[in-house]
């Protein structure tokens, strides 16, 4: 079940980063429009609620949270570093 909150908490932040002109425009090569852009909102938070669900699930909630947090954190550093250190298809006009 960690591996799976895990897996969810790097798709909404995922999620989070395409709903931003810049990310969407440098992954995608295309601007969000406003329906897009809330869709992957309301997905990364779903997301984020879904794996704070897991880890309850599987530590209760003595240890669940803290390791949501945890886990929070690991997933936002891999969306930060996937989106500054990997080479991406399109390159953001300058």
């Known amino acids: 079940m960690t591996a799976l909150a895990l897996i969810a908490l790097v798709i909404a932040f995922s999620l989070f980063a395409l709903a931003t002109d810049p990310h969407a425009l440098a992954c995608l090569g295309a601007r969000p429009g406003a329906k897009t ?6 997905g990364a938070w779903g997301l984020l609620a879904l794996a704070f669900l897991l880890t309850i699930a ?12 945890g886990l929070v954190m690991v997933a936002a550093g891999i969306v930060f ?14």
Do not use: E, I
């Open 37 to 42: 852009r809330r869709l992957r909102r309301a």
């Open 58 to 69: 599987a530590h209760g909630w003595r240890f669940g949270p803290v390791l949501w947090t």
């Open 81 to 94: 570093l996937s989106l500054n250190l990997l080479p991406l298809r399109v390159r953001m006009p300058k």
